[in-house]
């Protein structure tokens, strides 16, 4: 990684920031000098992110956990998964931060500041499931291209903004609106700025929920740089990539916004099951709307040893999309048998739920735990690999965990 560059276009506010406190003599420092503390070229530390972590890509920076650190119930920073398509912008002011609403079907444009929006609105705080449409692309084959994601782009952290709705109210949208698509900040790989990286949205429906929100806090401070700060549109149980960073547009459309990774395979799949390996036309990909029925056992890590013991207490979350999880089993014959786990209400809708159980183990031996949730429509996770397509997206299949007994 090029450390040099990432930091020297860095603002003071954003070294600070980085920093965890304002570089008092920051007037002083030279133009392209960067901070001692700031060239250790360690990721883990750049993002404050746990050694535990994965980095799956630096340019751009991409970054999983791995199961057992998404125990929490509640994702800390440190272990939240970072997706990044393009370069992460490094000279955000907060202070003169503003939101402009515009687009074909707004009555007339309106921009606000930042401060404007946090006193102007009122302010409400959600748990908020974000899985990136790719998590668990790995396991597809005929392989599919992009970052080899496992199971830990997910997260589920507290948000605390504003609802886009009562933004859009304020504007004014007409009857003709379609959709929402997100600008932000971030810069095109290529360094070409005509170039988003990527400018997504959802349709209206969506955006007017409770829980769609512009946030400006997660887990209780300021957004983290990585996660979009000062900044972030969250639409909880839809593919993450809806969820724009640094956010500092947003345009109502008469259409299905069509700004970057829109179209062609970008977060689409094939409207009809296909072949694994084929060709699939423009006009037979659908957009990525709520994400599928999924779990993940955070406790114990895979690889766990019971020695004198033959039960085991098993916990993890469940999540599905826009709809609750209604019930979450785990099987330890390879999905022959199943019981049932106990699982909890979510705290808000679109937030993920947690299971747990106590597993028995009827002797010493080689075993797999599987864990399978079921949404409230009586839809379940496949055991084995579901639907191919040619991103690799939507890969919902059963997590396992092994576990010796001896
Ligand atoms: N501006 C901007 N927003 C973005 C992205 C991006 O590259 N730029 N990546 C998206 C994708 S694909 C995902 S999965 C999530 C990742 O969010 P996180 O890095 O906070 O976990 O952010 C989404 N929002
Ligand atoms: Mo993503």
Redesign the pocket.
Known sequence: MDRRKFTGTLSLTAMGSMLGAPIVFGKKIPETYIPLALQDPDPFKMFKKDSEMTVLNDR?WNIEAKAHLLNDAVTPNKY???????KIPTNIDANTWSLTIDGEAVNRSKTYTLQELKSKFKTHTYQLT?E??GNGRAEFNPPAKGNQWTVG?V?CAEWTGIRLLDVLEDVGITSGAVYIGYH?V?THLSGDPNKE??SRGVPMAKALQDETLLAFKMNGDAIPL???FPLRLVCGGW???A?????NRISVRNKVHDGSKMGGTSYRVPCETVAPGSKVDDENMCIIESMPVKSLITHPKSGAMLTNKKSLNINGHAWAGELEVSKVEYSIDFGSTWRSCTLSKPTNRLAWQHFKAQVIFPKKGYYEVWARATDSRRKSQPMVLPGWNPKGYLNNACHRIAVKVV
Do not use: T
């Open positions: 751009p939240m998964f970072i997706r990044n398509n393009g974000l990136c449409g782009a997260s932000a971030d990286p990527i990585a996660h979009g593919p993450a990539s969820s724009g960073k640094w956010v």
